[in-house]
């Protein structure tokens, strides 16, 4: 094999990396794909985590242990989270996509691949550090957030259903309170988790929380951890939701009028330093 040049490994190794997020290579691996020394494939991961820092590129680090490597996570800064969610709020405020019953109009937001990776990425960003085993949504407006957020987190995804399928065998069903008061049923397969696990919650819009609670509840059937919830969207009212502890990247409050207008707002917590 031609000798490879250090331009043609970095691009290489990036791109691996990048494409699997979360996932540990070890420099084994790289010396083996490469033809290179131990210490050459250090040097070019210093290299490419010196990049990625520079650029805001999210995070290129080594893993020590028997089980070590490198790996890539796509860490949003607080500050490109904030200027990312502030653009979304500006497109999403105003009287023209405002739904009868307080609702807003953001289907086409959420099947836009750039902004949902990206929104994927900022969510994954607040819980690597919980180490989810899975994430869980709730068919089907949440999916595709959830399943960005579960790609930057390298884990699978799960959802549950408002009726078991046939094909996915047995399975365990709850009743819920909706957010609207009605009595609705959640589903899942019992071969889609693991007992001791544990799950980040992940959905579209956040109202009321009779869906996010009833996902919890499925989770304790389950003997699963909840370790958190993330929402792409809540409502400014009512202020007392039936869940505790989640964290939704925009607020939205409805007033009324001829036409009735939205006001989207980031939320709290994306304003405030890390770890604060």
């Known amino acids: 094999m031609d000798r ?19 996932r540990i290579f070890t420099l084994n691996s790289f010396c083996e794909m490469f ?6 494939m250090s040097e070019d991961v210093d290299l490419l985590r010196q990049v990625a820092e520079q650029f805001d590129l999210g995070e290129v680090d080594t893993v020590t242990g028997a089980a ?3 790996r890539y996570r796509p860490v949003v800064s607080r500050a490109g989270a904030l200027a990312t969610i502030r653009g979304l709020c500006e497109k999403l405020s105003g009287t023209e ?3 009868p019953g307080g609702f807003l109009y953001y289907s086409d937001i959420l099947s836009t691949p750039e902004i949902v990776n990206r929104m994927g990425e900022i ?5 690597y550090r919980a180490e989810p085993d899975f994430v869980l949504t709730m068919e089907t407006k949440g999916i595709p957030v959830a399943f960005a957020t579960a790609n930057a987190l390298g884990v699978p ?9 046939v094909y996915e065998g047995s399975a365990v069903n709850i009743n819920y309170v909706s957010g609207g008061g009605s009595i609705e049923t959640m589903s899942l397969s019992r071969r889609a988790v693991k007992e001791n696990q544990q799950a980040l919650i992940v959905d579209d819009f956040l109202k009321g929380g009779g869906t996010a609670r009833g996902m919890v509840e499925l989770m304790r059937e389950f003997n699963v951890t909840v370790v958190g919830m993330a929402f792409v969207m809540s409502t400014a009212e009512p202020e007392k939701k039936r869940i505790s502890g989640e ?12 036409p009735a207008s939205a006001e989207v707002k980031p939320a709290a917590w994306l304003e405030e330093k890390p770890g604060a």
């Open 157 to 165: 995804l799960v959802i549950a259903r408002h009726s078991s399928r």
């Open 4 to 22: 490879i040049r250090r331009n043609e490994r970095m691009t290489a190794m990036m791109k691996l990396l990048s494409g699997t997020p979360n």
């Open 247 to 258: 964290k939704a990247l925009m607020t939205l409050k409805v007033t009324d009028g001829e």
């Open 97 to 99: 996509r405002v739904l």
């Open 68 to 70: 070590g490597g490198v």
């Open 35 to 40: 033809g290179s020394a131990k210490s050459t």
């Open 123 to 127: 969510i994954a960003t607040e819980y």
